[in-house]
């Protein structure tokens, strides 16, 4: 079945305590990306990579790092965090680019206190 | 630069109300156009999409009209569901240097029987 997975599904936490929460796909995808979801502020881009070895930054990437070293995975670190980023986080890919439909994962409710 | 407004929630309708969810952009360019849907729990998943003037996506009885004149991609259903009950995102894909998506804020949707 063609998927993208996270794990975990859901992460308590304290402050300072790096993470890495992983995302995999098994369609073969090129473009990968990962966001927040905030209520009140929708979906915002943290991180997106076009293929291996390509990240790039989005719309809220600080406090956040990614790495891309093989087509299926695409793993969001957080080195030290912070309450703020408490929050719901997807992971998504699609065949190419951005223009191309995005498959996404289930999430990841994280809590930072 | 980019964006993207999406009509505000919740929207609260009956069974078999007329459903209307307005989405406009702001672009230098023409981008694709999508509207993607968060059930309760769930990942997001695409439910329509367009990528040319004049094109119309449909899927479920959901329909948008790519408007380039108006900057437009207004979600439409005839006959709503409470199956249809969640959250709807307008998603604009600019294909710029940036190769980047912005979400609306997300419409959620109630609807009652």
């Known amino acids: 079945e063609a998927q993208v997975t996270q794990n975990p599904r859901y992460l308590i936490t304290v402050t300072g305590k790096k993470l890495t929460v992983t995302c995999s796909q098994n369609?073969?995808?090129?473009?990968m990306s990962w966001y927040r979801q905030d209520p009140g502020l929708g979906l915002r881009q943290i991180y997106y990579?076009?293929?291996?070895?390509?990240?790039d930054k989005g719309d809220v990437p600080e406090g956040y790092k990614v790495s891309r070293k093989e087509k299926r995975n695409f793993p969001l670190i957080l080195e030290s965090p912070s309450p703020n980023q408490t929050s719901l986080y997807f992971c998504?890919?699609?065949?190419?680019?951005?223009?191309?439909?995005?498959?996404f994962g289930p999430g990841t409710r994280l809590t930072v206190l | 630069g980019n964006s993207v407004t999406q009509m505000e929630g919740p929207v609260t309708l009956s069974e078999e109300a007329f459903l209307t969810i307005n989405c406009t952009y702001t672009?230098?360019?023409?981008?694709?156009l999508f509207w993607y849907v968060q059930y309760p729990g769930e990942g997001l998943q695409l439910l329509l999409k367009?990528?040319?003037?004049?094109d119309k996506g449909s899927n479920k009885g959901f329909e948008a009209t790519y408007r380039k004149e108006t900057t437009s991609f207004h979600l439409e259903k005839g006959s709503v569901q409470v199956s249809d009950s969640a959250v709807y995102f307008c998603?604009?894909?600019?294909?710029?240097?940036?190769?980047?998506?912005?979400f609306g804020k997300g419409t959620r949707l109630h609807i009652l029987p």
């Open positions: 998504a890919s699609s065949f190419s680019s951005s223009r191309d439909t995005q498959y």
């Open positions: 369609m073969n995808h090129e473009y």
């Open positions: 990579s076009m293929n291996v070895e390509v990240t």
């Open positions: 672009a230098t360019g023409y981008p694709s």
């Open positions: 367009a990528t040319k003037a004049d």
């Open positions: 998603a604009p894909s600019f294909m710029n240097r940036d190769d980047k998506i912005i």
